[in-house]
C-alpha cells in the first residue's frame, strides 16, 4: 500500500490542523492506521492508532485530549486532527500502516513520506 500524507503547515500556538493521508493499493481497511512524528534532534515517536473498523483508537499520552485519529474506509484515508496546538507538538508527522493497533513503529510495515508542521509560540 502506498500513503501519502498531507495537511502540514504552521499554525500558531494554540491553533489547529488536520493532517489526512491517502492510501492507495491495496486495500485501506486491512491495515491498524497510525500516525508518527519526528522532531527536530529527536527519535520517531507514536502519536496515535486506529482499528480497520475506526472504532478503537490509541493515544500518546501527550496528545490524549488534544489529537483525534479518524478513518473513511470509503475514502482509503485516515485523519488526524490536532487541536490545542503546542509549541512541542512541532514535527514532521508520518503515516504508516500496519497489523496491530500497537505504539511501535517497527511492527508497521508502510510508511507516508511525512508531512510537517511548525507551530509557533
Known amino acids: 500500500v502506498q500513503l501519502q500524507a498531507s495537511g502540514g503547515g504552521l499554525v500558531q500556538a494554540g491553533g489547529s490542523l488536520r493532517l489526512s493521508c491517502a492510501a492507495s493499493?491495496?486495500?485501506?481497511?486491512?491495515?491498524?492506521m497510525g500516525w508518527f512524528r519526528q522532531a527536530p534532534g529527536k527519535e520517531r515517536s507514536f502519536v496515535a492508532a486506529i482499528n480497520r473498523s475506526g472504532y478503537s483508537t490509541y493515544y500518546a499520552d501527550d496528545v490524549k485530549g488534544r489529537f483525534t485519529i479518524s478513518r473513511d474506509n470509503a475514502k482509503n484515508t485516515v485523519y488526524l486532527q490536532m487541536n490545542s496546538l503546542k509549541y512541542e507538538d512541532t514535527a514532521v508527522y508520518y503515516c504508516a500502516a500496519g497489523n496491530s493497533l500497537v505504539a511501535g513503529g517497527d511492527l508497521y510495515d508502510y510508511w507516508g513520506q511525512g508531512t510537517e508542521v511548525t507551530v509557533s509560540s
Open positions: 493499493g491495496r486495500t485501506f481497511s486491512v491495515y491498524v
